[in-house]
């Protein structure tokens, strides 16, 4: 097994959901983007850094008391790719890094433990499906992407990169990988 590093994407706007940030709307009690950290934390996998941008100061303190590290994005407007990279960078010795997004308050420590345990080596990622959709979070294996991961601009996250790829891993997982919360519709569908 690879070293193993978490990277939770916290930094985006979410301008899909409305004026108020959207990781911190409230489901069973709890901030959104504080189910993904919880789940990060308890798969018990590796390190977990939380990058942060657009109301970085309110989601620092939804997380507050995690052990997370956190790492501000400065460029996080320029889209999910600099977060990616941020995160990245914060995991220098991490071989596989397994990527979250802090609107899937569904994913559990379980999903993740699932994708970690699929991994073989030569797998240059590893992703979730359901229904026959892909969806997150993925395991990325640093080097045999780093020039692709290198190379992302904009809003745009592994997903198209491992589209075109052979050695991709699929593991049939639980309809969770495609439950995102971007509209108010979205949440409300998940209480």
Same mark, same amino acid.
């Given at each position: 097994m690879p070293?193993?590093?978490l990277v939770l994407l916290a930094a985006g706007r979410g301008t899909r959901f409305g004026p108020a940030p959207k990781l911190l709307q409230s489901l069973e009690r709890e901030p959104l983007v504080r189910h993904a950290a919880r789940a990060a934390l308890g798969s018990r996998l590796g390190p977990v850094v939380a990058v942060l941008g657009a109301h970085a100061p309110a989601v620092r303190a939804a997380l507050d008391g995690l052990a997370l590290t956190f &790492?501000?994005?400065?460029a996080h407007a320029e889209g999910l790719s600099t977060s990616l990279r941020a995160g990245l960078a =914060?995991?220098?010795g991490a071989e596989a890094v397994l990527v979250l997004l802090g609107d899937m308050p569904r994913i559990g420590a379980h999903h993740l433990r699932a994708l970690a345990d699929a991994y073989v080596e030569g797998d240059a990622a590893v992703v979730p499906v359901h229904a026959g959709q892909r969806g997150n979070p993925v395991l990325l294996h640093r080097r045999r992407l780093a020039a692709e991961l290198t190379a992302l601009t904009g809003d745009r996250g592994a997903g198209r990169l491992l589209a075109e790829r052979g050695d991709v891993r699929e593991v049939p997982l639980d309809a969770a &990988?495609? =439950?995102d919360v971007d509209t108010p519709a979205a949440l409300a569908r998940l209480a």
């Open positions: 070293d193993f590093g &790492v501000e994005n400065p =914060a995991l220098p &990988v495609l =439950a």
